[in-house]
């Protein structure tokens, strides 16, 4: 049972190229996230899922796309890296929607990307 | 604005009991979550609040005061692995979770 994966752990790019960062859940959970964590700063949300088929923009979604054409996918597109995007991010889900008081986050393990 | 506090670093002694205090000022509040993130790993949950009061689970506690806007982690009898970072996230009218920076703590032996 792996819970949340991501992929790549880690990536080095050049700044004008197209990326996607790809996160997987196994636990058949409503709600996906993207966060990205700055040193100093706390879990910015890039962009959430309610529930497969239906995406949110959150804090700072600029220069992000998501989809979700199911339950367990949730990918994260930089469709023109800036050296600005180089961050941790980390993938979450959480069992019921974003509507539920009680809804714990599950985290992925996090890629680290760089931006050059 | 949203906003919430937490010092940044903190440093306590094996076997000591240290206090991490969280303030914020949300619009709207639908309970509280202190997760903890040891370096270079994911962060994890370790309680919810929703009502005042105190909420203990083994050496941790948390306590809330929703009048207060404010919000406290206390760790017991620590221990080194206890070393990480300490986050505080409240959930808004939007059900959005808005967290703050996270409090560093080092532990000494």
Redesign the interface.
């Given at each position: 049972i792996a819970g949340i994966t991501q992929a790549p752990t880690s990536q080095i790019l050049a700044a004008g190229r197209r990326m996607t960062l790809r996160c997987t859940q196994d636990m058949r959970h409503n709600a996906m996230y993207w966060y990205r964590q700055d040193l100093?700063?706390?879990?910015?949300?890039i962009h959430?899922s309610n529930t497969a088929g239906t995406t949110g923009k959150?804090e700072v979604p600029d220069g992000y796309s998501v989809s979700r054409a199911n339950t367990d996918d949730f990918p994260l597109t930089l469709a023109s890296a800036v050296p600005s995007q180089t961050s941790v991010y980390?993938c979450a889900s959480s069992p019921g929607?974003?509507?539920?008081?009680?809804?714990?986050?599950?985290?992925?393990?996090?890629t680290r990307l760089t931006v050059l | 604005g949203q906003n919430?506090d937490q010092p940044t670093e903190m440093t306590a002694t094996e076997g000591a009991i240290v206090q991490i205090n969280c303030t914020y000022q949300t619009s709207g509040f639908?309970?509280l979550?202190w997760y903890q993130q040891h370096a270079g790993?994911?962060?994890?949950?370790l309680s919810?609040n929703?009502l005042d009061g105190l909420e203990e689970k083994g050496r941790f506690s948390s306590f809330l005061s929703r009048s207060k806007g404010y919000s406290y982690l206390l760790l017991k009898e620590l221990q080194m692995k206890d070393s990480a970072s300490y986050?505080c996230?409240v959930?808004d009218s939007?059900?959005?979770?808005?967290?703050?920076?996270?409090t560093k703590l080092i532990i000494k032996p």
């Open positions: 100093g700063l706390g879990l910015r949300l959430y959150g980390f929607t974003s509507g539920s008081s009680y809804n714990e986050q599950f985290f992925g393990p996090g | 919430i639908n309970g979550f790993e994911a962060p994890t949950f919810y929703v986050l996230a959930l939007n059900y959005q979770l808005i967290w703050g920076a996270g």
